[in-house]
């Protein structure tokens, strides 16, 4: 495990890429509405953030076999994952790599705007999950909705490059809405979300709803907040 550990931080280490310093001609610049060109800064920066994860999910190179039905069983256990805020994290990303599915973590850039990507390369998943400025709850919340896009947009993202999430980018073939669902309610089920607001007061009961639902309290209160 920690030969592996220690090959998958080296080899994206050494993939890292720095971002690229968008240049226009001012005189272009001019003629254009200051919304259109950060539009066009935030394309630019958006592609050369996706070419270095493919970069790096190519240099990894997942030897594992993807196994999808492994994949649709694993979900229902990684909110528990929650509980362990230092490793838990690190344990299901490290479990997903044996699965065939490669999980890149990255500092969140306000620059891009992106919260998460997905892709498949030589027919395996590559997710990249940013930290989301070390919010706890929005990390898991972002993995989950990545490996939502994974099983239930494959044939789609086969067919394309990849899929970028972002509050900002509007998608025809990939609905957001859904996968933020699925998300939430793989951590915390529909019913209770509804009841959270009730107990939130109380730091003793939100700990012993926390316990029944093997997550977290701050996903809880990251959630509801």
């Known amino acids: 495990k920690k030969e592996m550990q220690m090959e998958m931080a080296k080899q994206q280490e050494e993939t890292e890429c720095s971002l690229p310093i968008v240049q226009m001609d001012f005189e272009d610049e001019e003629k254009l509405p200051v919304k259109h060109i950060e539009e066009q ?3 630019r920066m958006n592609e050369f953030w996706i070419r270095c994860s493919r970069h790096s999910f190519e240099q990894i190179n997942n030897p594992y076999e993807y196994d999808e039905e492994l994949l649709k069983l694993y979900l229902q256990k990684i909110h528990e994952y929650t509980l362990d805020p230092i490793h838990g994290y690190e344990k299901v ?3 997903l ?23 498949f390369i030589n027919g395996k998943p590559c997710i990249v999950v940013t930290d989301m400025m070390k919010k706890y709850h929005k990390l898991w919340l972002t993995l989950f909705h990545e490996l939502y896009h994974i099983i239930q947009d494959k044939q789609m993202l086969e067919h394309s490059v990849y899929h970028i999430s972002s509050d900002s980018e509007m998608s025809l073939f990939f609905n957001e809405e859904k996968a933020d ?20 007061a109380s730091p003793f009961k ?5 316990n029944k639902l093997s997550v977290h309290p701050s996903i809880l209160y990251g959630a509801h907040l």
């Open 181 to 200: 669902i699925f998300a939430s309610q793989m951590l915390i089920p529909k019913d209770i979300s509804q009841h959270i607001g009730k107990v939130i």
């Open 93 to 95: 990303v490290m479990t």
């Open 41 to 43: 800064k935030q394309r």
């Open 206 to 210: 939100m700990k012993n709803l926390a």
């Open 97 to 119: 790599f044996r699965m065939g599915v490669t999980v890149l973590t990255q500092p969140y850039l306000t620059g891009i705007g992106a919260f998460g990507a997905s892709m």
